[in-house]
């Protein structure tokens, strides 16, 4: 088995796919979900279940701009598990942006929105 072979053998990646969709929204809040779907490499329709959790969970807020869902990260929530829950999901977003947003902060990566409606959100 040649190294390409191997590394589609294994197929893991150290972030879930629920990490994968939220950095993706966080790069771009207006994405189309069957392109974040083909970004991750799954279904339209698992992506889909996995905004309706993160969106349940206070993670991300949906809202429609016409035709368009745009979607608003609560960058303050911590990670769920007791091992990381020291960690906030900006802080995972930081970590992973794009060169192209390196320098951005976690303020200019989510879409326009009031500090207090993240600041709501995150005393649910």
């Keep these: ?13 150290f972030l879930t796919n629920h ?33 309706s959790e993160l969106e349940h969970e206070g993670y991300i807020q949906r ?4 035709r368009k869902n745009n979607y608003t990260l609560n960058l303050k929530r911590p ?7 020291h960690v906030s999901i900006g802080e995972l977003v930081r970590l992973v942006q794009r060169p192209a947003t390196a320098g951005a902060t976690a303020q200019d990566i989510r879409p326009a929105a009031s500090s207090s409606d993240h600041s709501e959100m995150a005393a649910q």
Excluded: C, Y
């Design 1 to 13: 088995m040649d190294k390409s072979q191997e590394k589609e053998a294994t197929g893991w990646t």
């Design 63 to 66: 809202s429609k701009e016409g």
């Design 79 to 85: 990670f769920r598990h007791p091992i990381e829950s």
């Design 19 to 51: 990490a994968h969709v939220l950095i993706l929204l966080a790069q771009n809040p207006e994405r189309v979900l069957r392109e974040v779907a083909t970004a991750v490499g799954i279904t339209e329709r698992a992506v889909q279940r996995i905004v």
